[in-house]
């Protein structure tokens, strides 16, 4: 399943590391500058414009070219014809960042956004690409330490094509001959389909140096120069554009100097990672990577309304009276019973003054396709869930639910119609895109398995132990997940949440849940749940909210089941459902090993056991206390 929301949060430290390193750097002879790479450049780079009747800005793509040309084309939008060739006339278009990772298609994303440039200047309009976070972790290549996050079509698209084909020639002769004469007869497509897609997905999760460099030398060429005359913030009339948002600290800072800064910092990181015996004196980044930088700023999506002084003054610091950004999945998906459109409450904050516009426009991510115009100084807010509503006007119906077994058979039969990276983390993943008989559906496959005593357990295995248990006890709180083989590989498939909202992102954005009773009592039983599979409660991000029926889920056990006999950190029983307590008493210890024993090894299913007696005995204790009606419900 994926985790609710863009992402997971920047992990500091392996940044923290390479920080540390740059300032240790010795010094040098001759004292490094910026000037010879990028200062004439970025001085020459214009930031701001007045006088524009129409401005399009557009948020975080994440590879998905398809629905980026959805949004172009769409009447409401009108900026290209049916041929992608400039229709905009006079407007300005602002790609807020994040073209990169997660998606399949970046390549031709920039592909159509450089040949539009030139076509709107003609027409007297303007394209402006800011960089991204994503974009600065391609430019320094610390992206391809993230599982996930650059996908085999992306790496492929930039890698040297001499490279790709010796590489793929020397992975052919590896294969036994019948297999290889197979391949070959299948031609070059469907062999990349069958055994080089996997090639190269295995050649990305083992971080091959030489497939890294390539890439990097690759992507470099071809985009690198481009890429580093990007903005990182401008100014159209009144409002300041910005991926991630501009704290109040860097609100301080002219324009110029952030862009012409992150530049040069941007250069310098480029190129020490491809050259680490690199001699500088020793430099500390001011902006590259900073939290509350431009490019990784959350503030805007998190702070509560009570900031309300604080964004003035950011704006006030600008000389700006509004400010449009991306980077923090931000949208209303707690209603329930309808297809979910972009709402003007949930995007707008602070009296209309801030607008996030990162809606999941990716379809690795199912959020939904959208824009923000401003015309005559008006902001209009577009978006559609689903490119076949948006044309027709219609909304989809919902569809019927299945049950769990059905969902189960589904999940086992299901043809794969579609494969994209997953939402990353540690366990690498695939998102595929299933259809049988009419129905369509989105399921996460996990692959990876790392079973104890390996130090670092992860493996697809817990999360079919935590499903099992879950049926066991007919919680329910577990989506349901499947053991199948894909594309050769064994692995757990797991249906999506539709549109949910993770436990966490509810918190931080202090929305109500749709029923506040149902609400705890599922969190109850899940603490208790989460005690029995020794899952990390510290962690709300995979504790999900589904959007279609507001129920409690929890995903990834892919690190659970523990052999230890204790709680787990920070994870308190307090209350449960009768029905859990008394499933509990029944429990069958002879029968929950005979379910798990394919998944859990007998150290793991005995402390299993153990943990069940420890809730009972925690629960005992409540009831003794507190009193019966008071802990049971």
């Known amino acids: 399943m994926p985790r609710s929301g863009k992402g997971r949060p920047w992990d500091a430290l392996p940044l923290l590391a390479l920080l540390l390193a740059l300032w240790l750097i010795p010094l040098s002879a001759a004292p490094f500058s910026f000037a010879a790479e990028t200062r004439p450049a970025a001085d020459e780079v214009p930031y701001a414009w007045t006088g524009v009747d129409r401005v399009v800005a557009v948020a975080d793509l994440h590879g998905d070219y398809d629905r980026f040309v959805f949004i172009l084309s769409h009447p409401a939008v009108a900026l290209v014809d049916a041929d992608l060739n400039w229709t905009g006339g006079r407007a300005h278009l602002v790609q807020l960042g994040d073209i990169l990772d997660r998606g399949p298609q970046a390549r031709r994303i920039f592909d159509l956004i450089r040949r539009l440039e030139g076509q709107a200047a003609a027409a007297g309009g303007m394209v402006h690409v800011l960089l991204g976070n994503h974009e600065e972790m391609n430019i320094t290549g610390i992206a391809l330490d993230y599982p996930g996050y650059v ?83 401008i100014k159209i009339d009144d409002v300041v554009y910005s991926h991630a948002g501009i704290s109040e600290a860097y609100s301080r800072w002219p324009l110029r100097e952030i862009n012409t800064v992150m530049r040069g910092e941007l250069a310098f990181f480029k190129g020490l990672m491809r050259d680490p015996h690199r001699t500088a004196k020793p430099f500390k980044p001011r902006i590259v990577y900073e939290p509350d930088s431009p490019l990784w700023f959350r503030g805007l999506a998190t702070m509560g309304d009570s900031a309300q002084a604080e964004v003035d003054r950011i704006l006030a610091n600008l000389g700006a009276k509004a400010m449009v950004v991306g980077h923090s999945f931000f949208y209303n998906r707690l209603k329930s019973g309808s297809s979910p459109v972009v709402e003007r409450t949930a995007v707008a904050r602070f009296q209309d003054k801030i607008w996030i516009m990162d809606t999941g ?43 769990a077994e059905d969902t189960e058979a589904f999940l086992r039969t299901a043809a794969v ?10 366990t690498d993943a695939w998102r595929l895109t299933l259809e049988d008989r009419g129905r369509v559906h989105q399921a996460l496959f996990k692959y990876v ?82 005690t029995l599979t020794y899952d990390d409660c510290r962690n709300d991000k995979d504790t999900l909210i589904g959007g279609t029926d507001g129920r409690v889920y929890r995903v990834d056990f892919s690190e659970a089941f523990a052999p230890r006999k204790s709680s787990p950190p920070r994870c308190p029983v307090r209350r449960c459902s009768r029905a859990l307590y008394r499933r509990l008493l029944d429990w069958d210890d002879a029968e929950v090993a005979r379910r798990l024993a394919p998944y859990l090894d007998k150290a793991e299913i005995e402390a299993l056991n153990a943990r069940r007696r420890l809730v009972l005995q925690v629960l005992a204790t409540q009831i003794r206390v507190n009193g019966e009606a008071n802990v049971l419900y």
Do not use: C
Not at 375 to 394: H, I, K, N, P
Not at 480 to 504: H, K
């Open 151 to 233: 996908t085999v079509e992306q790496f492929l698209s930039f890698l040297p094509a001499d490279f790709r084909l010796a590489r793929e020639e020397e992975f052919l002769k590896t294969l036994p001959p019948e297999e290889r004469k197979r391949l070959q007869a299948a031609g070059a497509e469907a062999a990349f389909e069958d055994a080089l897609y996997g090639f190269w997905q295995r050649t990305l999760a083992r971080r091959n140096p030489e497939a890294r460099q390539a890439y990097m030398d690759g992507f470099d060429r071809e985009l690198g120069g481009w890429l580093l005359g990007l903005n990182t913030v």
């Open 361 to 403: 426009i990716s379809g690795s991510y199912g959020g939904i396709p959208s824009a923000l115009i401003r015309e005559d100084g008006t902001f209009t807010l577009w978006g559609e869930t689903e490119e076949v509503a948006a044309r027709s006007g219609v909304k989809p119906a919902a569809p019927k639910p299945m049950s």
């Open 417 to 426: 119609t579609g494969r994209s990276a997953g939402p990353g983390g540690r």
């Open 449 to 530: 398995d790392r079973r104890r005593p390996d130090p670092l357990p992860d493996s697809y295995r817990y999360d079919l132990a935590a499903y099992a248990l879950d049926r066991y006890l007919d919680l329910g709180l577990v989506p349901p997940i499947v053991e199948r083989t894909v594309a050769e590989n064994a692995g757990a498939l797991q249906i999506f949440v539709l549109d949910a909202l993770s436990e966490e992102e509810r918190r931080a954005r202090r929305l109500a849940p749709e029923d506040p009773a149902y609400h705890a009592r599922a969190i109850a039983d899940l603490r208790v749940f989460q």
